[in-house]
């Protein structure tokens, strides 16, 4: 069983790895809170996430907003993510009692893995919770799967030979405008020709 796994884990250091595979993916959250999660890829390995989720141990309501650093692992679709971001929450109450605690502000970070299957993503996160102002507690300490529907997903290969072609047209294009400019005197005049 040990050498299947190192053989897996060698073979895995070699494939191209690239980031997290969607670009948008909507799901349902459940841990030491339950709530929706929304990921979006900003930039190659970058993600900003929100967060609505509701205490299981406790009455209140909170928004996170992270951003988060993707980092491969090996095969495609499988990547493990580190970030932060900020969080406030709302103490739910019931009639006319006051709030037993201020509604808390601060500082969220978050460390977490997840794989992408077809349209479903699924990770699990481990998010302490650092209370500015507010909250029954200074810390909150919460983890959670979560399972995402992929919206947008990424093109897993690119076609090489495609954008060989696209390089060797547009090549050909500059070509024949500086033939034709040299016809002409030294403008051309009729670019769009050559587009």
Known sequence: MKKII?????????????????DSAFGL??????GVTFKQRVAKRITVEGIIQSGIRRDETTITGLVERHYPLGPRN????????????????????PAPYANPFGITGVA???????????????????NISGGEQAVYTQTAVSVRYIINKRKIFENKNNNKDKDKAKAKRQRDREKAKKKKGGINWRFWENL
């Open 112 to 130: 977490g893995a997840e794989i992408s299957i077809g349209r479903i993503n699924a990770s699990w996160d481990f998010k302490p919770a650092i």
């Open 6 to 22: 190192l053989s897996f884990l060698a073979i895995a250091c070699f494939l191209q790895a690239d980031a997290q595979g969607y």
């Open 29 to 34: 959250r459940l841990g030491t809170e339950w």
């Open 78 to 97: 499988i990547n493990v993510y580190l970030g932060g971001g900020v969080h406030k929450g709302w103490v739910r109450t019931t009639g006319t009692d």
